[in-house]
């Protein structure tokens, strides 16, 4: 059998979250593991990409040191759940449309991302 190393577990496909902070909050992103909880896997950001970068660093070190300690890493699901492209289309408004667009380039994103986040937001707001 093969050793699984720290390149086999950062390679896995984990499903990443992306919270968006309100300005009350201070402004900001944290992503996130949902399948491996909500406290140790967090990074957090200026930017998407910062809070993302921020979490890979997060789960290299994690990964690092339950490897050394032999802590069974939880692998994420594969196969056996139906598959979703993690693409659909809706009409809106086109009101909405030029509020989304607007304020997506005020973040200094692009809309799919902006979209995206308050879209994330929500749900771990439901949860």
């Not at 939880?74 to 030029?98: D, N």
């Not at 997506?104 to 937001?121: K, P, R, W």
Request: one cysteine or more; aromatic letters at 10%; proline letters at 4%.
């Amino acid at each position: 059998m093969k050793t699984k190393n720290i390149e086999y577990y950062m390679g896995l496909n984990y499903d990443v979250g992306l919270h968006v902070y309100s300005e009350e909050e201070g402004g900001g992103y944290r992503a996130y593991i949902p399948f491996l909880g909500s406290g140790a896997f967090v990074g957090e950001g200026d930017t998407a990409e910062d809070a993302i970068e921020d979490l890979r660093e997060c789960k290299e070190e994690i990964f690092g040191l339950w490897i050394n300690e032999g802590t069974t890493i939880p692998e994420p699901p594969t196969g056996k759940e139906k598959e979703y492209s993690g693409r659909f289309m809706t009409r809106i408004p086109k009101t909405l449309h030029r509020q989304l667009a607007k304020e997506a380039e005020e973040q200094g994103v692009s809309m799919n991302l902006y979209v995206n986040n308050i879209l994330s937001s929500k749900m771990t707001a439901r949860r």
